[in-house]
């Protein structure tokens, strides 16, 4: 069964940075494009940024388009999430996930398997 595990988050001041990984397992990120959503208390779950299998396309929310970068390492089977610029409205859970496509990727919540999630926490 794929699993999905993320971490790297935390507690930052404003202006500050984070760097999220999501580990995958039991599926290969040759064939999977990854995508990162956040959830904030009492608000929708959030598309945020997704990569596809193949790397080459790359998207961003326009909310954080310019802060935050999304990349992949294939030897690890891990793709990563840094958070620059924070900001208060920034405070979420953020989860990863996946779903068996090359070429692109879903700027949606069409994913086949999901992570639990990380805690990341701006303020002053």
């Known amino acids: 069964q794929p699993q999905l595990v993320e971490s790297g988050g935390g507690w930052v001041q404003p202006g500050g940075s984070l760097r999220l990984s999501c580990a995958a397992s039991?599926?290969?990120?040759?064939?999977?494009?990854i995508g990162w959503f956040r959830q904030a208390p009492g608000k929708d779950r959030e598309w945020v940024s997704c990569?596809?299998?193949?790397?080459?396309?790359?998207n961003y929310a326009p909310s954080v388009n310019g802060r935050f970068t999304i990349s992949g390492d294939k030897a690890k089977n891990t793709v990563y999430l840094q958070l620059d610029n924070l900001e208060p409205e920034d405070t979420a859970v953020y989860s990863c996930?996946?779903?068996?496509?090359?070429?692109?990727?879903?700027?949606?919540?069409?994913?086949?398997?999901w992570g639990q999630g990380t805690q990341v926490t701006v303020s002053s």
């Open positions: 996930a996946a779903v068996a496509q090359k070429r692109f990727c879903p700027m949606s919540g069409a994913y086949m398997y």
């Open positions: 990569i596809s299998a193949t790397g080459f396309t790359r």
């Open positions: 039991g599926l290969t990120l040759d064939d999977y494009a």
